[in-house]
């Protein structure tokens, strides 16, 4: 039995796609996985003991080539090679998790038997599936969506939990957190950026947060981001009156991030994909929502908590606000502090 996967992005998407691989892997037990992802989310899954091959698609990079009259046969080949190699097995079954039209093209490009996604999804992806299952409800949480495709299979008792292969970087992780976090501190990580800036919570709010919890819950801080992120960070350090924070942000690999948050007391954190990455290796969570459900993409699991403003307009799925992004800012210090579990 041959499977193939495509689960393409983002970060948060792809880890909530892992109990799902668990659960196929379950149900055919002597099968080989191959799973198609883009560079971004690609770490998470390298190493992963359920997949046998991983195929790497550099779609971003690509596009640029091909836009560039001295790089298009770069661009040109690059999509070759990876076509040939998608089309190089035969798989018995291949499922688009992702459900867009560059997801689509994948699966009618792929060789195999039952192509298999839900009806109805974006951008007409679901005209390449050969079996489609009902159209999803946009209110359920996406790691249940996922699940439901490994139903359809013949899973029986899904499990929402997954593993991540991290093991190297949890001795990597202990060196750096035992050189900054004397002994018998709380280790407490906050990770402030977003893709979307309406996601974002106001950097002096974090700056407070972070000066609360190290001198009211004897916590060392350290604050984690993508590069981009990094003089974000600063600023907010900066910001801070008291204590002294570290800056990680653009610093920990993927894996790394999984290993830092699964050591950590507490994950403060806004809606991201290091936020799933957070659920996925058992750290407690607390993230702050605004114009997005908690209920469709929050993180998943009894033990994490949703910190929400509460305004009538959230959530609203926009990437930009004309109302100064009240349901972000509306989310005070003092909120959150009564929220967390420390």
Known sequence: MKILIIKLSAIGDVVQTLPALEAIKKIFPDSEITWVVEEAAADLLVGHPLINRLLVSHRRAWLRQLKNPFTT????????????????????????????????????????????????????????????????????????????????????????????????????????????????????????????????????????????????????????????????????????????????AGKTTLKELAALAAVSDLFITTDTGSMHVAAAVGSKVLALFGPTAPW????????????????????????TCEKNVKCMTGITVEDVMKKLQL
């Not at 593993?163 to 957190?177: A, T, W, Y």
């Not at 984690?224 to 350090?237: A, F, K, L, N």
């Not at 033990?303 to 990437?319: K, L, W």
């Open 73 to 248: 046969w770069r661009g040109l080949s690059g999509i070759t090679r990876f076509i040939l190699s998608l089309r190089s097995i035969h798989y018995d079954i291949a499922i688009d998790f992702q459900g867009l039209f560059k997801s689509g093209v994948l699966i009618g490009f792929a060789r195999a038997g039952r192509k298999i996604g839900f009806d109805r999804t974006r951008e007409l992806s679901y005209l390449f599936l050969n079996e489609r299952l009902q159209a999803y409800d946009i209110e359920k949480h996406a790691l249940e969506r996922y699940l439901d495709i490994a139903r359809y299979l013949g899973a029986r008792d899904v499990s929402p939990l997954c593993s991540l292969p991290i093991e190297q970087e949890r001795g990597i992780i202990n060196q750096r957190i035992d050189a900054v976090k004397p002994p018998g501190r709380r280790l407490v990580v906050m990770n402030p950026g977003a893709r979307w800036t309406t996601k974002l919570w106001p950097e002096r709010n974090f700056a407070e947060l972070a000066d609360w919890l190290i001198q009211e819950k004897n916590a060392t801080v350290i604050f984690t981001g993508s590069p981009d992120d990094r003089e974000m960070v600063e600023r907010i350090v900066t910001l801070m009156r008291h204590g002294v924070a570290e800056n990680w």
């Open 296 to 319: 469709r993409t929050g993180p998943y699991g009894n033990s994490n908590t949703v910190v929400r403003s509460g305004i009538a307009c959230s959530p609203c799925y926009q990437r």
